[in-house]
Each structure stands twice: as structure tokens, then as C-alpha cells.
């Protein structure tokens, strides 16, 4: 599947699943999604380039991501997708800047495609020039009066790759909030349940195992897709470096790679919460289960003495004389009672029980 972004003055517009004779050659952003190979061809013989495989996107070695040839720059991370059907999962997606196009290859759906390319057809992204969007407006009062139509320019392929990976991080960075927020209520739900005096089910311990392992696998892939874009950053400042975009785009590159500093920070801190939970989850299981184990233990010390009481009669002597007394079978009784109270009392006086 095509998807193409054509710039007409200081507008974006998008020509969704288009066929591979449709491609327009004055394209400044094409995605491939899932394409066919004849799709790869058209894409292959606009561009100049060789399309990646899916294997070859799948390589970890950072010679196998980063990389140029033929004129453009091959750039892959992993981006981390499938939030919003409760099924996360993080796969590969290629940016490859050649001449004055953008083309993204992937075999996912990460929600941050969908969100920049809605933003950048309504003329919100950052452009290489243009009028300031409706929130900025807000805050620093009107925007001054817009240029002449002839000035104004539409967004290039190199500030689109900016404002994708853009997206990009903020959509992490969104995620890894939700994450710490998932945290904090499995934090709360543990100590709650560790301040009642009820014990709680086997039922309810294993659905909080069930999040936190949740909550781990997701910020370990949000980790491992952090690195990724770790890696691409300063290829990509070299790319710019070389391909002498404005500077502001040099600059929001940089920014990003403080973002994603920062981010790494910020998922160690979700890492060792998580193990925190868990090795605290797990005490309350241990503390649980000794509960019961205390339980019986209790109870078989405490049905210890009225069972030795109930041996002594229980054996065949002949000369016994508790079993001639009128009253001897209710005192047996009375003193089995008696020897499995006192215990009882006793566990309950030094708070055993």
C-alpha cells in the first residue's frame, strides 16, 4: 500500500492508496505500508534506490540500520505499536532520505504515522516557513501578518522526517506515562490490600502478577525502541549535517536527543518500580501463605495434648480404674477439652494467633 504527500504552495495533501502507476513524481513523502513487490519497484525506479527487505530491516547490527547508498540515507528503528488494541508489540520501520523525498517503509501500524500525517495534511506541523499554529498564536498573542503567497513554503522532506520522528517521541513519551500511572494504581491496589485484615485470594494476587508482568514487557520493548532511536539521532545530525537543511532543524534534532535521554532515565526509574512491585507482591504471597502455614501449625500443636489424653485411654489394660468410675468417660472428655483450650489460649496470649 501507497500512501503519498505532494506539496502544493504552503499545502500538504495526501493521495492515499494509490497504484504503483499512479505515484506522483513530485512526491516529497512516500509511506510504504505492507507493499507488494510492484510497489517496491515503483518506489525503487522514482527514487534510485534498492527498498530494504523485511528481513533486512529485521537486522540488529547498527551497520544494517544505519547507513547510505545510492544517494539516500537508510535509517531503521523500532517503533512500538499496537497500544490502542491492547495487543503492544514494536517492529521495524525504515526512514530513507533520498534527493528531496522522504520514504518510510513498515509492516506495522504505529498510531504516530496516522497522528503526523493527519497534522500535516491540516497544515499544523512545523513548516520550513509559514504562519505559527493556533496554540502558539494563544500564547504569544496574534500572529504577525502572513508573507506573500510567493514566499511561502511548504514543508520539505527533511523537516517531515524531523516532525515524524517528532511524533514519535512524543507518542513514547505519552506511553511511558500511561505506564507510570498503570504503576502507581497496582502500587496502590498491593498496599490496600496489604492494610486489610482479610487475606487476599490467590485470584487477586495472580491478576497483579498479571500487570506488572504487563507493565515490565512493555516498558522493556519501550527500552529496547528508545535505544534504537538512540543510535539513529546522530547518524541522522550527520545526514543534516551534510544535506544543509536550515538550522532549526539541526537544532529540533538535537532536542530530540535530549528527549531521549531523558526518556532512558525515565524508563530506568519504571524499571526498578516495576521490580520493586514485584519483589513486594511477591512478600505478600510469602507472607500469605506462612499465614496458613501458622494456622495448622497452631492447630496441631493445639490437638496434640487431647490426643495423648485419648491414647492413654485408648489402650488395653486390664487394670485401668478410671474405666470402673461412673463419671470417668465425661472427666476423659472434660480433660481433652480442657488440654486443647489452654494451648489455644496460651498462642492467643503471646499473640501467636
Excluded at 527514487?47 to 531503521?76: A, H, K, N, Q
Excluded at 489394660?317 to 489455644?344: C, D, K, Q, R, S
Aim: with cysteine.
Amino acid at each position: 500500500m501507497i500512501d503519498a504527500y505532494t506539496v502544493f504552495g504552503s499545502q500538504v495533501r495526501r493521495h492515499a492508496r494509490i497504484n504503483p502507476d499512479e505515484l506522483p513524481p513530485e512526491a516529497v513523502w512516500i509511506d510504504l505500508r505492507n507493499p507488494t513487490r510492484e510497489e517496491e519497484r515503483a518506489v525503487e525506479g522514482l527514487c534510485g534506490i534498492e527498498v530494504p527487505t523485511r528481513e533486512e530491516m529485521r537486522e540488529i547490527e547498527v551497520s544494517s540500520r544505519l547507513y547510505s547508498e545510492d544517494g539516500g540515507d537508510f535509517m531503521t528503528a523500532s517503533l512500538v505499536y499496537g497500544l490502542d488494541e491492547g495487543r503492544p508489540d514494536f517492529g521495524p520501520v525504515t526512514f530513507i532520505l533520498v534527493g528531496q523525498r522522504l520514504v518510510t517503509l513498515r509492516y506495522t501500524e504505529p498510531r504516530s504515522f496516522q497522528i503526523y500525517s493527519n497534522k500535516l495534511c491540516r497544515g499544523e506541523s512545523i513548516e520550513d516557513g509559514g504562519a505559527p499554529s493556533a496554540p502558539r498564536a494563544l500564547l504569544y498573542g496574534p500572529p504577525p501578518a502572513p508573507p506573500k503567497p510567493s514566499r511561502m513554503r511548504g514543508p520539505s522532506a527533511d523537516s517531515i522526517a524531523v516532525g515524524l520522528l517528532e511524533t514519535v517521541i512524543d507518542r513514547m513519551a505519552d506511553l511511558l506515562e500511561s505506564i507510570a500511572a498503570d504503576l502507581d494504581r497496582i502500587g496502590a491496589d498491593i498496599f490496600r490490600s496489604s492494610s486489610d485484615n482479610t487475606p487476599t485470594a490467590t485470584s487477586d494476587f495472580k491478576e497483579l502478577l498479571q500487570r506488572l508482568g504487563a507493565a515490565g514487557d512493555l516498558s522493556s520493548r519501550t527500552r529496547e525502541s528508545l535505544a534504537t532511536l538512540d543510535r539513529l539521532l546522530p547518524f541522522l545530525q550527520f545526514v543534516m549535517d551534510r544535506r544543509k537543511p536550515q538550522k532549526e532543524l539541526k537544532m529540533r534534532v538535537k532536542a530530540m536527543a535530549r528527549d531521549i535521554s531523558s526518556l532512558n532515565d525515565f524508563v530506568s526509574f519504571l524499571s526498578n518500580k516495576t521490580t520493586f512491585l514485584l519483589d513486594t507482591t511477591v512478600g505478600m504471597i510469602s507472607i500469605e501463605q506462612n499465614a496458613i502455614i501458622k494456622i495448622f501449625s497452631v492447630a496441631a500443636v493445639g490437638f496434640m495434648p487431647p490426643t495423648l489424653v485419648a491414647s492413654i485411654y485408648g489402650m488395653n489394660f486390664v487394670h485401668m480404674p478410671e474405666l470402673n468410675w461412673t463419671f470417668g468417660y465425661p472427666l476423659a472428655i472434660l480433660l481433652m477439652v480442657l488440654t486443647a483450650v489452654f494451648p489455644l489460649l496460651f498462642f492467643r496470649y503471646k499473640k501467636w494467633l
